[in-house]
């Protein structure tokens, strides 16, 4: 097996879990087959699983994603660390101390990322502000219009193996998504619940339009 490829399709994981052969195949730059070849190895191996999911109408599709073993393939350890750290965090205070305190985190990130400009931009234009500056914390995000709404899809989450433990997580990107944009952001799919990415519904204009 080639170790570049090999990297590369362990990298198309790590940044886009449970996708399929053929996404896996498009991302790489290789053909399905070599694909599966690489995937049988990497089962084998225990860094590589997947699972059936519903998707819409007709036959479910298999989805791949990468086991703890398969994350900590990568430089940094995080999600050991993290998930460590959270579990003493959780033994030490109460649920809602620790739920405070991710909200909060949440809130500072948002105060970091805004600017006064902000105030005066249509909503499309502080989608786009915002969908750069998740970028550079690890989110891949992309937005579409549905009538009077805005539609927030997450492809890629930096949280997404730590969330499987501790889903409070999913409370960081909801809160900077509604501070950023100045209104409530309500989840509609979550890949944690077996979805095929996480969804966000925001109203199409910002509260100053609406108030005018």
């Excluded at 750290?85 to 305190?101: D, F, G, N, W």
């Amino acid at each position: 097996m080639s170790t570049n490829t090999r990297q590369k399709v362990l990298a198309t994981l790590l940044s886009r879990p449970r996708i399929t052969i053929n996404e896996i195949a498009e991302n790489v730059g290789i053909n399905p087959i070599s694909v599966r070849h690489h995937i049988s190895a990497l089962e084998a191996e225990s860094l590589v699983d997947s699972e059936e999911e519903r998707h819409g109408v007709g036959r479910p599709r298999r989805v791949y994603f990468l086991t703890e073993a398969g994350v900590e393939k990568f430089p940094t350890r995080y999600v050991r660390l993290t998930t460590r750290l959270l579990e003493q965090l959780k033994e030490s205070v109460p649920a809602p101390i620790v739920s405070k305190l991710f909200t909060e985190m949440a809130k500072d990130m948002a105060n970091d990322f805004a600017s006064p400009e902000m105030q005066n931009m249509s909503m499309e234009d502080r989608l786009r502000v915002l969908q750069n500056l998740l970028k550079q914390e690890g989110f891949l995000i992309e937005w579409e219009r549905q009538g009077d709404q805005y539609h927030i899809h997450e492809t890629s989450c930096p949280y997404y193996h730590v969330g499987h433990n501790h889903p409070e997580v999913c409370s960081v990107d909801q809160i900077i998504i509604s501070s950023m944009l100045s209104v409530p952001a309500a989840k509609t799919q979550c890949i944690l619940n077996g979805d095929q990415l996480c969804t966000y519904v925001v109203p199409a204009l910002a509260i100053k339009e609406i108030s005018k």
